[in-house]
Every structure is written in structure tokens, then in C-alpha cells.
């Protein structure tokens, strides 16, 4: 899902998995749970924005973006765990 959205192409999946935390329905794809459904998003996935598809995965998904979203939670438990001790 990600390499195709970082060449601007709207994603159409079944909600499975890490789908729902990857797909923006209706932004960067659609997310579908029946056979019928995925024809439709398919036939509509060239009304979204490329830009905004590719404009997901540079917020989100870049290696940029991953490692500071790491370091984040990293420094969250850090933090945390500083304040259990010092209670």
C-alpha cells in the first residue's frame, strides 16, 4: 500500500489488517469489504487527488517521518517511565 502511494496511486483494499491505519478512505483509496464494493472504488479510485495520495505517504511514511514517529514514542516511554520512578 505504501510503495503505491508513494508513486501517487490511490490504494483499493479489503479492511483487513493494518489497512484502516494505512488507507484514508476517500483521500489517498478506499477501503472496501465485499467483491462489488472494490469494482466500484476501482472505477472511482481516478477522481482522488494524486497529489494528496503522494502527500500521505511524505507525511506519514517517508523514512524521515517513520524515524521521528519513533523516536516520539521512544521518548514517551522514556518520559513515562522517568516519572513512575520518581514517584
Known amino acids: 500500500m505504501i510503495e503505491a ?3 501517487g496511486t490511490p ?3 479489503f479492511d ?3 489497512v484502516t491505519e494505512v ?3 476517500g483521500v489517498n483509496g478506499y477501503i ?3 467483491d462489488e464494493q472494490a469494482l466500484r472504488a476501482i472505477n472511482d479510485a481516478h477522481h482522488l487527488d494524486r497529489r494528496a495520495v503522494r502527500a500521505t505517504f511524505d507525511r506519514r511514511f517517508t523514512v524521515t517521518a517513520m524515524a521521528r514517529a519513533y523516536i ?3 521518548s514517551s516511554l522514556i518520559e513515562s517511565q ?3 520512578r520518581a514517584s
Open 82 to 84: 522517568r516519572l513512575g
Open 16 to 18: 483487513y489488517g493494518s
Open 72 to 74: 516520539d514514542v521512544y
Open 11 to 13: 490504494v483499493v483494499a
Open 5 to 7: 502511494m508513494a508513486c
Open 23 to 25: 488507507v484514508q478512505h
Open 32 to 34: 472496501v469489504d465485499s
